[in-house]
């Protein structure tokens, strides 16, 4: 079982940063698939990025802007997001294949101009 635990949104001004953390209870090392979604109001959830243990990949809207790391040692999956934008304002999640699909209770993250 793992249960996850997103921290770092908050309120930013257009053009800013914020740094989305995803904390694992259980052991992650394993897990092959680690990703970052977001879910707008109105919209559906979509993904951000993901990585896996050899490559990272990037929704075409935050390529160049956001970068996604994990640190298996401290069993912790990041989100470094840069120049921020109006259109990132939305509810961020982790979600981590573990042997089964886990996900986070989701971080507000707010831009604002």
């Known amino acids: 079982q793992v249960r996850l635990v997103e921290s770092g949104g908050g309120l930013v001004q257009a053009g800013g940063s914020l740094r989305l953390s995803c904390a694992a209870s259980?052991?992650?090392?394993?897990?092959?698939?680690m990703s970052w979604y977001r879910q707008a109001p109105g919209k559906q959830r979509e993904l951000v990025a993901a990585?896996?243990?050899?490559?990272?990949n990037y929704a075409d809207s935050v390529k160049g802007r956001f970068t996604i790391s994990r640190d298996n040692a401290k069993n912790t999956l990041y989100l470094q997001m840069n120049s921020l934008k109006l259109e990132d304002t939305a509810v961020y999640y982790c979600?981590?294949?573990?042997?089964?699909?886990?996900w986070g209770q989701g971080t507000q993250v707010t831009v604002s101009s």
């Open positions: 259980g052991s992650i090392f394993s897990s092959n698939v």
């Open positions: 990585i896996t243990k050899s490559s990272t």
């Open positions: 979600m981590v294949v573990a042997g089964s699909v886990y």
